[in-house]
């Protein structure tokens, strides 16, 4: 019996904070599968990883231009997709919004929540983005002490 060879896919997202309130709040978007989770997207021919982060987040929450707080891939999560058969990985770079405003594309995202960090660690379905966003709050903190 022949064994079909597992597609691999790239995709790339921005975790996208806001730090104007109190306590630090990040973005989770309740995608169409029903996980929460950061704003990402499938990478086009001839876009870069940062191009292909951008223009996800324009048309998943309709925030343009966030402060990234670098244009280097800071985090990266890898896993297996049973249903499609293939092998994912996801490049995030981080980005502060200057606006809680969102404008969601109903037919991607289901829903979305402005969180503070303990929020977000509940909210957030898979336990490997969880970490993430204790990576990522790590990351900014340690930028903001610079």
Partial sequence: MKRKLVK????????IYFDESKEREFLLLKHREGHWAFPKG???KQESR???AFRELREETGIINPVLLS???LLEESYYIEKYNENKTVFY???????KEITTDKK???DYKWCNLNEALNRIT???TKKLLI???KLINEKKST
């Fill in 8 to 15: 691999k896919r790239t995709s790339s997202g921005i975790i």
């Fill in 42 to 44: 499938h990478t086009r």
């Fill in 50 to 52: 940062l191009e292909t």
């Fill in 71 to 73: 244009d280097e891939v």
């Fill in 93 to 99: 770079f981080i980005g502060k919004a200057d606006s």
């Fill in 108 to 110: 991607e995202i289901k």
């Fill in 126 to 128: 898979y336990n490997q």
């Fill in 135 to 137: 990576k990522t709050n």
